[in-house]
């Protein structure tokens, strides 16, 4: 089965963007205040490369803006995706779902503090 192949549901990112108020400016402060103090990382697999890959959520949202709310959506949303329900995250032409497909212990895969 192709990643893109059969799927019950489908999320749209904009809606999933909107419902978890990240256009609302007091929202964008938290956010970023928030990651100041806390490192936060979104492993997913690659099924294209057939491995695991983590997103750091503090670097791709060092400045919280259109583009880099964009890259996080992508990264979310391949961090919760599982197939056959959700079709696959496209990313940089590579497919992703969420980060225990490959491994069912995924924070094995996440570098320690300060290996980031």
Known sequence: MLPTGSHLLTVDKDSCRKSL?????RR???LAETLRHVRW????????QRRSR???VNEILQAIDAASLDRFMDAFLAGIT???YFK????DGDYYIEGGYLDNT???SLPGPGCG
Request: aromatic letters at 6%; a negative charge.
């Open 41 to 48: 990382d979104i492993l997913a697999t690659n099924l294209t």
């Open 82 to 84: 599982t197939l056959p």
């Open 54 to 56: 983590y997103f750091n």
């Open 21 to 25: 108020n990240l256009d609302d400016a």
């Open 28 to 30: 964008r402060e938290v």
């Open 106 to 108: 995924p924070l094995a």
């Open 88 to 91: 696959a995250v496209v990313i």
